[in-house]
């Protein structure tokens, strides 16, 4: 019993592991370099070998992958999706989460100078800086608008059929601008991509010193912010109840263990 | 068995780990605190004194176990003498019925009298849960009283709003979307002025705000128990334990171009209640 | 020097007789009798945090303009409740670890009081004559449970205040008096004002004195009663075996309180918790998600979330959803709580008195009943954390949902029949220690 009691545990806690490996999801995406091709190359020849087979030859789309010169498709939707690694993606239905961007930065303007020639009419992108806005003035902003999705303390949250909205951790000031212009999050194998189609709304009727503020409190969020001591992953108190059971009665637990007996141990 | 000197000295160690870690807590204090050497500083000083203290309990101690007697519960005898001496101590209030009760009735009449500072507790709830703000005409406008005009959202876009005067009114929230021009009537709703329908913010379920949209399934989510509502359908409930839609604010554009509600709520909004339907 | 002191004090109140009662007084030594004095030092410490906690903290939802020290509020409108809670963390020396260690202290006041239990059921320590005590306890639970819930709900932040707004909710879907109830308990329509004041004097006077007493009340049962103790060599039912109050059970106890208070003060110095300063003020429209209440009211929670989209409505009634899930339920939870002494006692007939305790393996029936029960509640727990889970595994929450909807009712059935099945292979294999169970007696045929 004592062996296979251990066993389980084992094999228990390797399961956790593997689904937290998994659930943790860096994919690596399908880039020029992994395929070993290294010399360096112009937005057409990326655009390609990389996004063509989904996205058409001029980002007119195919069966597999929206078009690109939408009312949306511009520098920012663009850019935003490879800074964030969510594009390219090997497969049609995969997940476009936020992962190592594919391309340094050369091959991304070149990409999304290309893409912007499709002639789509979304926005360009943005300058932001946040050194300009006000943290006080981004707090309530992000209170406000952002907060519900994102949470309050910047970790994200699940959305509806296995949608996220996602931690803002290492989102930078120009992303936060972009995502707010476009509303990104198209349902993977989604034939449309247009304004409605994402999984997060439009917030575009903000101003520049507005949308500094917000992206001023994310980079708070990102840097400071927990003065209490380990933040638990800061998703509140579902974490602090774990750690209330196991670490703090459990190291109760062990105490009056050692101070009192079991059966049949003497005073 | 360890011997005395190595017993006493892990205790003397404990209580002078202890001593210096309040020692260090104190500085720590007097140079302007800090959380973390506070709580870590404080744990040691006090760990100390537990180790010191248990092992003192286990090493130092006369040797148990002892063993004691119960004793059983009070005698028969003593238990019939002690309501023996209460009933005969209530003898005289045993043949005064008459005076027993006028007592009874005095006593339950301050007791009905004394419940009612509970009633100055509240304002009667009356029909203040069956209204909004919203009145016909009013003006939307966003926390920061900003005017809503038809063009503030783009399509897949999303603000909350209140009847202007009134902006914060919890009961009035509102969340304004704006779809496709054409789409709300196309999947069979009402009528959705330039794309834009408001339904209120406040979930059927247990009153959380509905904070959450999703355009891309055209869904609100609450984040307190998973209700969804599906905005093609009129919020209808399509998850979760809501049971009935999101009441919608019928709105119009005015003349100049902005959003303004036709009328408040046909129906009370929030969660039920007792006779929410009367 | 202290026998001076003794003799002057006992020549005026002349209680020797007592004093070397006490002194002399037997207590049994066993581990598991701790766990309620985990639950009493975590009193105190929530006592000597809270008191400090309560010179600076402003009870009200008056409206101040924030001029502290943490800079994304400057500025900012809010009540003098999170005002005066921002301050204690940031501009009050010590004031976020005192902060920090009350409410850690809190959580773990209601887990040990679980603990302690569910220690009290499975060795039947709540039979006769100790029945009285056990609606005490639970009563405790209940008090400890509800100061939780109002403690975190008194900084007026996002995230407890839509947990105020959820109980609103529930006290409107009672039927008859909902409408009222909720008013005049709040104070009017919801978010009233009043009622971070109200939760103020409940929370630091009402209920802690509630306690106290009830503490006291527990205490003096268990000295007059002497303490149960395990059926081993030497312990009879008409004895008590153990150590004496002074010196080694004082000493013990002593060092069980600063362990207690060292390892809570080195959470709320090490571990952030509510870090309010992040969720914001309350505000009625706005809302944060990931959303769920400290951990002892997550199985109500969870039960909000499971229990499906039914009510109960005709002629312009209704008797709403939340009404299930979180007045009937914990009503019937504390119900069966409150009678199970004499529910068992009914069932088997056993009325007699009790001092020698069992082991879970001598009532596989109650053990198992016990253990499915409790996973029931733990399954209604973890189902409150269905959106936090769902995220991290990148599933679509309404599937977890009803995941967790069989769950309830499955491992309840299962975990009692396994748990019925290894208590009775503990019973018969005779071996002293759970692990050496033969694995084949629990899940294959019993021999």
């Known amino acids: ?267 | 068995m360890r011997s005395e000197p190595s017993k006493t000295r892990a205790i003397a160690i404990s209580f002078g780990v202890s001593t210096a870690a309040s020692v260090a807590l104190a500085i720590v204090y007097l140079m302007g605190g800090q959380p973390q050497a506070e709580g870590a500083l404080l744990g040691v000083s006090l760990g100390g004194l537990a180790v010191g203290f248990v092992l003192w309990g286990h090493r130092l101690m006369p040797k148990g176990p002892f063993t004691q007697n119960r004793e059983t519960s009070s005698g028969r005898a003593e238990r019939a003498a002690a309501v023996e001496d209460f009933e005969s101590g209530a003898e005289s209030l045993e043949r005064r019925g008459f005076l027993r009760r006028m007592l009874a009735v005095a006593l339950a009449a301050i007791g009905g009298a004394a419940l009612f500072p509970v009633r100055s507790l509240g304002s009667r709830p009356g029909r203040s849960l069956y209204h909004t703000q919203w009145t016909p005409g009013a003006r939307m406008v966003t926390i920061d009283d900003a005017l809503v005009r038809a063009d503030t959202l783009e399509v897949g876009g999303f603000i909350t709003v209140f009847p202007e005067g009134h902006a914060g009114s919890a009961d009035s929230q509102v969340v304004l979307l704006r779809l496709t021009p054409g789409s709300y009537e196309a999947a069979g709703g009402g009528a959705a002025p330039e794309g834009y329908v408001a339904f209120s913010k406040i979930c059927t379920h247990a009153g959380c705000p509905i904070g959450l949209y999703e355009p891309a399934t055209n869904s609100l989510f609450c984040p307190c128990h998973q209700s969804v509502f599906a905005v093609m359908e009129a919020a209808a409930p399509t998850a979760g334990p809501a049971t009935r839609p999101l009441p919608q604010l019928p709105i119009e554009v005015d003349d100049n171009g902005y959003l303004v509600a036709i009328d408040d709520f046909a129906e009370p909004v929030g969660p039920g209640f007792w006779g929410r339907g009367r | 020097m202290i026998k001076r002191a003794y003799d002057w004090v006992d020549e005026r109140v002349g209680a020797s007789s007592f004093t070397r009662d006490a002194l002399n007084k037997v207590f049994p030594d066993h581990w598991s009798f701790m766990l309620g004095e985990i639950a009493l030092y975590c009193f105190v410490i929530l006592v000597l945090t809270g008191t400090f906690l309560a010179f600076f903290f402003d009870g009200t939802t008056a409206e101040t303009v924030y001029e502290g020290s943490y800079a994304p509020m400057h500025g900012q409108t809010m009540s003098a409740a999170y005002a005066s809670t921002l301050e204690i963390s940031f501009d009050v020396r010590a004031g976020l670890v005192m902060r920090q260690i009350h409410h850690w202290a809190s959580l773990v006041f209601v887990a040990s009081i679980v603990a302690h239990l569910c220690r009290i059921f499975f060795t039947g320590a709540f039979r006769k004559p100790r029945e009285i005590n056990w609606i005490v306890g639970v009563t405790l639970l209940g008090l400890a449970m509800f100061n939780g819930f109002t403690g975190y709900s008194l900084p007026d932040d996002i995230l407890s205040g839509t947990g105020l707004r959820i109980a609103y909710s529930i006290a409107l879907s009672i039927p008859l008096v909902g409408t009222w109830i909720a008013f005049l308990v709040f104070g009017g329509e919801f978010p009233a004002e009043d009622i971070i004041g109200r939760l103020l004097v409940v929370h630091i006077m009402i209920v802690p004195a509630l306690i106290a007493g009830l503490i006291g009340v527990h205490l003096a049962i268990v000295w007059k009663q002497k303490h149960t103790q395990f059926p081993e060599a030497g312990r009879t039912d008409t004895n008590v075996v153990g150590s004496h109050l002074w010196p080694t059970y004082a000493l013990k106890s002593t060092g069980l309180f600063f362990g207690v208070f060292a390892v809570i003060a080195v959470m709320g110095g090490l571990f952030q918790i509510n870090p309010v300063w992040l969720y914001g003020p309350f505000e009625a429209h706005q809302v944060t998600s990931p959303a769920q209440p400290d951990w002892f009211l997550g199985w109500t929670e969870g039960a909000l979330r499971l229990f499906p989209a039914w009510e109960i409505r005709a002629f312009g009634f209704e008797i709403p959803n939340p009404f299930y899930p979180a007045v009937l339920l914990p009503g019937v939870t504390f119900l069966l709580l409150y009678a199970w002494p004499f529910l068992e006692a009914r069932f088997t007939g056993d009325r007699g008195v009790h001092h020698l305790l069992d082991r879970p393996r001598d009532r596989p029936f109650r053990t198992a009943l016990g253990s499915a029960t409790l996973a029931f509640y733990v399954v209604l727990f973890l189902a409150a954390s269905n959106d936090v889970i769902a995220k991290w595994l990148t599933i679509p929450v309404n599937n977890l949902t009803w995941a967790f909807r069989v769950l309830v009712l499955l491992i309840p059935a299962v975990s009692f029949f396994f748990v019925r099945r290894f208590m009775t292979a503990l019973q018969t294999s005779g071996v002293d220690r759970w692990t050496e169970v033969p694995l084949r007696a629990v899940i294959g045929r019993p021999d």
Do not use: K
């Open chain 1, 1 to 267: 019993m004592d062996r296979r009691l251990v066993a389980a545990v084992v094999v228990g806690a390797g399961l956790i592991l593997a689904g937290c490996e998994y659930a943790s999801g860096d994919l690596t995406p399908p880039t020029r370099a992994a395929r070993g091709d290294l010399a360096p190359a112009s937005g057409e020849e990326l655009y390609r070998a990389d996004c063509a087979w989904c996205h058409g030859a001029d980002g007119a789309g195919t069966g597999r992958g929206p078009d690109l010169d939408g009312e949306l498709d511009g520098g920012a939707y663009t850019h935003f999706m490879l800074s964030t690694g969510r594009m390219p993606i090997a497969a049609v239905d995969q997940r476009t989460d936020r992962r190592e961007p594919a391309y340094d930065s050369t091959e991304l303007e070149a990409l999304v100078e290309h893409v912007v020639g499709f002639g789509g009419t979304g926005p360009a992108v943005p300058m932001v800086d946040p050194g300009r806005g006000e943290v006080a003035t981004g707090a309530l902003l992000y209170a406000e608008n952002c907060a519900a999705c994102h949470s309050t303390t910047g970790v994200g949250g699940a959305l509806t059929s296995g949608q996220i909205a996602p931690s803002l951790q290492r989102s930078t000031p120009v992303q936060i601008a972009e995502a707010m212009l476009v509303g990104p999050g198209c349902r993977a194998g989604d034939p449309d991509c247009g304004p409605g189609d994402g999984a997060m709304p439009v917030f575009d009727d903000f101003s520049d010193h507005e949308v500094d503020s917000i992206a001023a409190y994310v980079r708070f969020l990102q840097s400071g912010g927990d003065h209490g001591g380990l933040g638990l992953g800061r998703i509140g108190p579902v974490t602090e109840g774990a750690v209330a059971l196991l670490i703090g009665l459990g190291a109760l637990l062990g105490l009056i263990r050692w101070i009192g007996t079991a059966v049949g141990e003497d005073t």
